[in-house]
C-alpha cells in the first residue's frame, strides 16, 4: 500500500488529536518548530551537495512534514489549513506563470477534468533575464493591490534569514533597480580593498566590521558568477569535513595520533589528501 498527501494530512490530525494524540507534537507551538524547519532545510541542502539522493527522499519528506504540521495549527486556530496553502500556492504558480498559463488556469474547465492547457510559446524568448523581469514585475503588481504600503526595493526581505543568503537577496534586491557592479573584475577589485581593510583594522570592532564587508563583499563575487554562496558554502564544508576525516585516517594507519603532530606535520597529510583526490579524479 502506498500512501499519499491525504494519508500523511491525517497522519497529523492523529497526532494532534486531543485525547489520543503524541504528548510531544500537542506541545508545539509555531515557534517550537522554527529550528526543526530550519534544520530540516538545511539537511535538504546538504543531501544534495552530497548527491545522496536516497538521503535527499527522506529529507523531503520531513520538510514536507513541517509544512503539514504549521498548516495543522493554523487549522486548530481556524486560519487555513493544507488545502488552503495548496490552492494558493497553485494560484500564485499559475499567476506569475503566464507563458505557460496565459489564460491563468491549470485545466481547460473549472471541474478540475481534463489536460492542462499548453499554448505553444517562443522558448527563444524565454531567457533567464527575460523571466526574472517578467517574475519581479508580477510580484510587484501583487504587492500594489495588498494593504500594505511599499516603498523601498528593499521591502519583503526576511528578518531570520542566515547572513549569507540574506546577503544575497540584499544585493540582488539592489542589482533590481541598477544599484550594482558593471562586471566582475570591479567586485574582485572591491574584494581586494575590503581584504585591506581587514588588514588596516584598528581594533576588535572594526575588525568584526571589516570582516562582515570582506564577507559581504564575497557573497557578491559569488553572484556574479551566478554562484549561490550558501550552497558554494555547503559544498566547502563537506569537502573539508572529507579531507580532514581523510587525514585522520591516514595518520591512523601510520600509527600516529593525528593530535599529536605538529602543524607542519598535520598538513603533509592535507596535502597528502589532495594529491590522492586529484588523483582519483583523473583516473
Known amino acids: 500500500m502506498a500512501y499519499n498527501l491525504d494519508d500523511l494530512i491525517l497522519l497529523m490530525d492523529r497526532l494532534r488529536d486531543q485525547e489520543h494524540g503524541c504528548p510531544w507534537d500537542l506541545k508545539q507551538t509555531f515557534e517550537t518548530i522554527i ?23 527522506k529529507e523531503l519528506g520531513d520538510l514536507i512534514f513541517q509544512a503539514i504540521f504549521y498548516s495543522k495549527l493554523a487549522d ?70 495588498s494593504t500594505t504600503v511599499r516603498s523601498s526595493a528593499m521591502d519583503n526581505l526576511t528578518d531570520g534569514l542566515p547572513g549569507l543568503i540574506k546577503a544575497w537577496k540584499l544585493q540582488k534586491k539592489a542589482s533590481s533597480v541598477g544599484f550594482d557592479w558593471n562586471d566582475v573584475n570591479s567586485v574582485k577589485s572591491q574584494l581586494l580593498s575590503e581584504l585591506q581593510e581587514v588588514e588596516d583594522a584598528p581594533d576588535e570592532e572594526n575588525l568584526e566590521e571589516e570582516l562582515g564587508d570582506l564577507l559581504f563583499c564575497c557573497v557578491n563575487l559569488a553572484r556574479h558568477h551566478k554562484v549561490h554562496p550558501e550552497t558554494a558554502l555547503i559544498k566547502a564544508n563537506i569537502k573539508f569535513e572529507r579531507r580532514f576525516r581523510h587525514m585522520e585516517l591516514l595518520a591512523e594507519e601510520d600509527g600516529i595520533d593525528f593530535s599529536s603532530l605538529s602543524l607542519d606535520e598535520q598538513d603533509s597529510y592535507w596535502i597528502k589528501v589532495k594529491q590522492r583526490e586529484k588523483a582519483g579524479s583523473t583516473e
Open 76 to 145: 486548530e486556530k481556524q486560519w487555513f489549513d493544507f488545502h488552503d496553502v495548496i490552492n494558493g500556492l497553485v494560484e500564485k504558480m499559475l499567476r506569475r506563470h503566464p507563458h505557460v498559463f496565459p489564460e491563468g488556469r491549470l485545466r481547460p474547465d473549472s471541474s478540475g477534468k481534463g489536460v492542462p492547457i499548453s499554448t505553444p510559446v517562443d522558448r527563444s524568448l524565454l531567457t533567464d533575464q527575460a523571466l526574472s523581469q517578467q517574475w519581479n514585475e508580477i510580484k510587484q503588481q501583487e504587492q500594489v493591490t
Open 35 to 57: 529550528p526543526h524547519t530550519l534544520e530540516e532545510a538545511y539537511e535538504v541542502a546538504d543531501a544534495i551537495a552530497r548527491k545522496d539522493w536516497d538521503e535527499l527522499k
